[in-house]
């Protein structure tokens, strides 16, 4: 058994090891994760957004914001319309309740940008727009390369900027051109950015979030998208409120009443396949402890009445030699030091009182209990026992053996 387990520990140590040779990266890998995030440096983070947005509009300082719109929007503290709302996320997926927050909020003058490749029902509803394209690598909504267009007006040229790597091809249709403004354009001629004004405030939508990733923007002179974008935003705003919120954010339909802590990590693929091979060695671990380590659980045998026994030796002892009255003696005294030690009951006095006391701690019947006392009186006053007695006297103890053992 030990031997096989060795085997099996060595073929699953065999398998890991050529997995980690055969898939390991050849030289230095291209880092493809979409992770969307401003603390990354890597080709599709959003360091570069992040740290020139603000330098973009003097004067304004950068909140990292991860509460919900109820938790930080106040109308007395925006009435001055000098904020701008900026996310960035794979995708957006508002209640109606958070849209009428960022419609209010829009209302007194601010601004709101979204840039996500997809939107849930409810805020395609609520803007009346709809959204279309490809999501995730190495999908047929993914293209290698690509321009991507802003327009004039309200730029002052028509200027397309080139995407060596990869981007979405996610765009807008059934946009009402009487309420919205086009922006930019993909590749295709579909609008990837659109303008739609909100009271003294307005939203920009953006389906195409790699445009704010780190390897578009640092690609010769694509940094003038995101120079050019924000320069759509008046020159008067002071506060810039970067959402993470909505990044992590499943939206009313998704959502769970008690969300697991894990759902961030398992969106990531690596750490599902970590976990998942972690899980299946330690069953296996498991498995082959259990079958090393558990043994046979003999089966015990049930105690015997020694009590009974000693007494049938005593009796068999005395018998054969034809003394009863004797026998009937030691019979009486086991069964006294035999009341005495289980019991606990003194058996100085054989009265009504000791009759009750045994028999409710036995759990014997009381009339059996007398005719017990009756035997062991007779015994003791000194009577000769005769051969009959001492059977009779014998069949009562070794009853009350039985029963109470």
Known sequence: ?????????????????????????RGEAFDKRLVLDKNYK???????????????IKGSKVKVNTQAPWEWYSADSFADGQSVFFLVSQHFYPTKNELAYLYDYAKQGNQVFICS????????????????????????????????????????????????????????????SVHYTVLGKDDSGYPNFIKVAAGKGCFYLNSNPLLFANYFLLYRNNIGYLQKVVSLLPPDKKRIIWDEYFVYSLGQENRNDAPSPFRVLFAINAFRWAFSIAFLLLALYILLGIKMVQRAIPLLAKPKNDTLEFTKTIGRLYFEKGDSTNLANKMATYLLEHVRNKYFIKTT????????????????????????????LFIQVGNKVTEQQLAEIYAAFSTFYKYTS
Not at 134 to 145: E, H, M, R, T
């Open 1 to 25: 058994m030990r031997k096989q387990t060795i085997y099996i520990i060595g073929a699953v140590l065999a398998v890991v090891l050529l997995l980690v040779i055969f898939l390991r990266p």
């Open 42 to 56: 890597t080709p599709f983070g959003l360091y570069v957004t992040y740290n020139q947005l603000g330098g973009f």
């Open 117 to 176: 490749p997809t939107m849930n029902e409810t805020a395609k509803t609520y803007f009346g727009v709809g959204e279309e394209g490809g999501l995730g690598f190495g999908g047929s909504g993914i293209n290698d390369s690509g321009l991507v267009h802003l327009l004039n007006p309200p730029f002052a040229s028509d200027t397309a900027y080139f995407n060596p790597g990869y981007h979405y091809t996610a765009h807008f249709n059934g946009v009402d």
């Open 349 to 376: 006095l054989l009265n009504d009182e000791f009759i009750k006391n045994l028999a409710s701690k036995a759990g014997y019947e009381e009339d059996k209990v007398r005719q017990l006392v009756e035997y062991l």
